[in-house]
């Protein structure tokens, strides 16, 4: 599948928002720690992705109601569903001058993802840092993907080849508006 960015400026896919906010102290003192034992940008990349997908429970394998959505909460507080993970993992990536993309799937709901485009790398490489049961076969790979998910064409399933440099509206305005997990459940989108 080709990937296709949502805005020819890379630096778009470097910049803060309000879900990405990269600039945040708790964003910036993770860099730090994560950066500590990975001093390229291949060894960081691969440290967040695994920082995310195992020291951040995804809040329905873990029963967590609490629901994020800015990435300075995700890591405050290590909780978070898949896009909320995927919002950490970008600020992480950007806050290291890594561009980063949020990309998605479509399920029986929208799931959130990520792709990174490498220094001295043409390609954007999709990464799944969804972790917990359903996700566990997740891997950091350069190489091929290996996502928590394939998609399955006959069943409507959907890998949408788009990179969006901001959260997709749909996705945020669920995040915003649930006050709890389970009502989460109910405003998560279906299709994009």
Same mark, same amino acid.
């Given at each position: 599948?080709?990937?296709?960015?949502?805005?020819?400026?890379?630096?778009?896919?470097?910049?803060?928002?309000?879900?990405?906010?990269?600039?945040?102290?708790?964003?910036?003192?993770?860099?730090?720690?994560?950066?500590? @034992? %990975?001093?390229?940008?291949?060894?960081? /990349?691969? !440290?967040? *992705?695994?920082?995310? $997908?195992?020291?951040?429970?995804?809040? &329905?394998?873990?029963?967590?109601?609490?629901?994020?959505?800015?990435?300075?909460?995700?890591?405050?507080?290590r909780?978070?569903?898949?896009?909320?993970?995927?919002?950490?993992?970008?600020?992480?990536?950007?806050?290291?001058?890594?561009?980063?993309?949020?990309?998605?799937?479509?399920?029986?709901?929208?799931?959130?993802?990520?792709?990174?485009?490498?220094?001295?790398?043409?390609?954007?490489?999709?990464? @799944? %840092?969804?972790g917990g049961?359903?996700? /566990?076969? !997740?891997? *950091?790979?350069?190489? $091929?993907?290996?996502?928590?998910?394939? &998609?399955?064409?006959?069943?409507?399933?959907?890998?949408?080849?788009?990179?969006?440099?901001?959260?997709?509206?749909?996705v945020?305005?669920?995040?915003?508006?649930?006050?709890?997990?389970?009502?989460?459940?109910?405003?998560?989108?279906?299709?994009?």
């Amino acid at each position: 599948m080709e990937l296709i960015q949502d805005t020819p400026d890379l630096a778009a896919y470097l910049a803060a928002d309000d879900a990405i906010d990269h600039e945040h102290p708790v964003v910036r003192r993770t860099v730090a720690m994560l950066s500590a @034992d %990975a001093p390229d940008a291949y060894t960081y /990349a691969e !440290a967040a *992705f695994a920082f995310v $997908r195992d020291a951040i429970p995804h809040s &329905v394998d873990s029963g967590d109601s609490r629901v994020t959505w800015r990435a300075s909460d995700v890591l405050e507080k290590r909780t978070g569903i898949c896009y909320a993970k995927s919002h950490a993992l970008v600020a992480l990536l950007r806050a290291r001058g890594i561009p980063a993309a949020l990309c998605y799937q479509k399920f029986e709901a929208v799931h959130g993802l990520i792709a990174l485009k490498l220094p001295g790398r043409e390609r954007w490489v999709r990464q @799944d %840092a969804r972790g917990g049961e359903a996700g /566990a076969g !997740a891997q *950091f790979r350069l190489d $091929r993907e290996q996502l928590a998910f394939t &998609v399955r064409p006959e069943f409507n399933e959907v890998d949408y080849p788009v990179l969006f440099a901001e959260p997709h509206p749909a996705v945020l305005q669920c995040l915003r508006d649930a006050v709890d997990r389970p009502r989460l459940a109910q405003l998560l989108p279906t299709a994009l």
